[in-house]
């Protein structure tokens, strides 16, 4: 193991550990499991795929809050408590220093949106025996590969959200700062890049044709398609579109992941405001 990669570890574990002794992160926990152990209650009974529609849009908004609300202040604090200008003493680059706390915090919002979506799945087995089929004639097809394609996708939009707002901490230099980034961000990555398609496809700017290959562009759309794609498409059949192409939405979500920690590490051993 080298050097760089074992300071990397370092601060992951670091970051991992800050996170833990977060109480505002533990009542954003509880939120997000009481939304989508709620969600899975009411839809108990009706099988993998009625469960997996019923959650899709709401994590659509819950997964970039909860990245938002572990990622936010990671490297704010840290410059405001001065540590930062310590570790720029130290041979650490900003490049260890970025993906370790990516890393840290990555474990500890993969831990908070995924334990409770795999608590929701296994209401479908606890009440399977009264269970209804969602759709007749797909109901041999129901299986726990559906949800499990869900989870596995949504383990995928995590770490783009959380990226984001690692870029929005290491760029803020005061915490009223990073609230307004990270608000932004939010809407941006909720709402925002969504409507700007449609307000372009709407204006003629963007032609219809394009939409599938722009809306890999945004990571919530690249997920929604995804999702609608490749996990409930193939049981619903022609029904439901995701309207992108997988590959060109999992590259969307890759890019997204990737740009924003590399504006994370241009920007967080930079001194003054940006």
Known sequence: MNESWERTVAVAQRA??????????????????FVVLALA????????????LSVLTPLEVLV????????????LDDRLRGELAVFRTYPLSARSYVLGVFLGR?????????????????SVLAFRDESISVLATHATADSPLVYLRLVVLTAVFAP???AVAIAVSAVARTTRNAIGLAIGGVVILVVGLDLGFVAGLAGGVVPPEALSTLSAVSPL?????LVLEVAIGPVAGDTIA?????????LGLVGWTAGALAVAIHWVYRPGPP
């Open 64 to 75: 970039p809050v909860v990245a938002f609300a572990v990622g936010y202040r990671s490297v």
């Open 221 to 225: 759309s690249a997920f929604r398609g």
């Open 160 to 162: 783009v959200a959380l």
């Open 242 to 250: 995701g309207g992108v192409e997988p590959l060109a939405a999992l």
């Open 106 to 122: 990555l474990a500890t919002v993969l831990m908070v949106v995924l334990v409770p979506l795999l608590i929701a799945g296994g």
């Open 41 to 52: 209650w009411t839809t108990r009974g009706s099988g993998y795929l009625s469960l997996s």
């Open 16 to 33: 991992f550990d800050a996170t833990l002794r977060s109480r505002a992160l533990l009542a954003v926990a509880a939120g997000y499991a």
